[in-house]
């Protein structure tokens, strides 16, 4: 989390040197959601959301082009409002100032996702949630443990 965080940082700051003006920071999420999804820019609530798995599974190519399309985004909607998310001026924040390539579509692979369940933990044993529940409780639902009755709380990310 923190070298993403560090990672957003610096090209906020490279954003700032390049037009020269500041930029609010974004509140910055791994989400444990599993889905295609690599990231998401939340103009309104100025906020980046990043896929935990890939970013895990994908480090080093998902902190060289996923956070800083997502950063463009925030940048482009600070300076020029609601444009064409991946138009011109998109384009250009990605290869002039960012010196990235302006892609708009990732290669990272669910398949490769070693999760298959997901582990959780109540008052007396670990459950395994199947991916379908695992997003569910994401979203605010709850499920409890039969036995003691407790809600299941997630533990950790992979059981391989
Ligand atoms: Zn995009
Ligand atoms: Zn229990």
């Known amino acids: 989390m923190q070298q993403l965080q560090q990672t957003v940082e610096q090209y906020f700051l490279l954003a700032e040197q390049y037009f020269r003006q500041s930029f ?13 999804v690599a990231g998401s820019a939340n103009l309104s609530r100025w906020r980046l959301r990043f896929n935990a798995h890939f970013y ?3 480090r080093q190519d998902f902190l060289q082009h996923t956070v800083p399309h997502e950063v463009a985004h925030l940048i482009c909607h600070a300076l020029y409002g609601r444009v064409n998310p991946h138009g011109k001026e998109w384009q ?25 369940s997901f582990a959780y933990q109540c008052a007396c044993q670990q459950h395994q949630l199947g991916v379908r529940r695992h997003n569910k409780v994401l979203k605010g639902t709850q499920y409890c443990c039969k036995q003691c009755r407790q809600v299941l709380v997630f533990s950790k990310t992979a059981t391989p």
């Not at 609010?24 to 295609?36: C, D, G, I």
């Not at 250009?92 to 999760?115: C, D, E, G, W």
């Open 56 to 58: 895990t599974q994908y």
């Open 92 to 116: 250009t924040i990605m290869l002039k100032v960012f010196n990235r390539p302006a892609q708009t579509t990732h290669r990272y692979s669910l398949a490769k996702m070693p999760l298959k």
């Open 24 to 36: 609010v920071r974004p509140e910055v999420v791994l989400s444990q959601r599993v889905s295609k």
